[in-house]
């Protein structure tokens, strides 16, 4: 089966953990998880230049630590999506462990 080709119907076929959402859920958070990490992101950039935030860009897995340097509400509107890339990082393991 092309995953790609029909992503929903994949998901909705596969053995999932009780705690797995349903897959309409996923574009939301998606959605909300970027504006937040744009509005943190303007947050960081409107207090310093594009050259003086490089270590924040090139080091984006260390985000929370590195713009909360400039700005605490930058730092914290990246935890959403730092607490949903878990939960996504766990779901896909949990779906892994069922189906393989």
Known sequence: MDAASDAGSTYRSLDRPVWAPPSWLFGPVWTVLYATSAVSAWLVLRRRSLAETRAEVVFWSAQLLLFR????????????????????????????????
Request: charge should be positive.
């Open 69 to 100: 340097r400039s700005s605490r509400a930058a730092s914290l509107l990246l935890v959403p999506c730092a607490l949903w890339v878990l939960y996504a990082a766990s779901l896909n393991f949990a779906i892994w462990r069922l189906n393989g």
